[in-house]
């Protein structure tokens, strides 16, 4: 059996760190993920979808993510449920991640003065990268001698 669940997208908020009562880290935050085709309208939607982290991972997040960032998370899918005040049974899907990526600098896109600093910080523990965009020259030539080709 296999649970294993990767996304890209941009943060809807700024991630909300807590610790449990034994003194666990734990953040909760939003990843908006653009579906890859469009309504009627020819508009594109998203998904909204619960991410949770946990321990120095959720620290982590806490620390350096913010609103708008472009992310990627990476971990299982959990369904949890409880009941709420009324006494209703109440469904949560969410997918809790056991590595996050930043994919853009902090001085990048949506978010130029988001405060962050520390821009190209590498976690290998947590599973972060630097924070350089492989994909930035997507669509240009690539300068390649044939010395450098494996075969």
């Known amino acids: 059996m296999l649970n294993r669940v990767i996304l890209i997208g941009r943060l809807t908020r700024d991630p909300e760190l807590r610790y449990t009562p034994s003194g666990v880290a734990v953040t909760?935050?939003?990843?908006?993920?653009d579906r890859p085709f469009t309504n009627q309208q020819r508009e594109r939607e998203a998904d909204?979808?619960?991410?949770?982290?946990w321990r120095q991972l959720a620290e982590t997040c806490a620390n350096y993510l913010r609103k708008?960032?472009?992310t990627a998370v990476e971990g299982r899918i959990q369904v949890r449920n409880y009941?709420?005040?009324e006494g209703r049974r109440v469904y949560v899907t969410e997918v809790v991640a056991d590595n996050v990526r930043f994919l853009e600098s902090p001085n990048s896109g949506a978010n130029r003065d988001?405060?962050?600093g520390g821009g190209g910080r590498q976690?290998?523990?947590s599973g972060l990268r630097d924070n350089q965009d492989p994909f930035?020259?997507?669509?240009k030539p690539i300068d390649i001698s044939d010395d450098d080709l494996p075969f």
């Open 28 to 33: 909760t935050f939003t990843l908006a993920v």
């Open 114 to 116: 988001d405060g962050m």
């Open 48 to 53: 909204f979808i619960n991410i949770v982290t």
């Open 136 to 139: 930035q020259d997507d669509g």
């Open 83 to 85: 009941d709420n005040n």
């Open 123 to 125: 976690e290998r523990n």
């Open 68 to 70: 708008g960032r472009l």
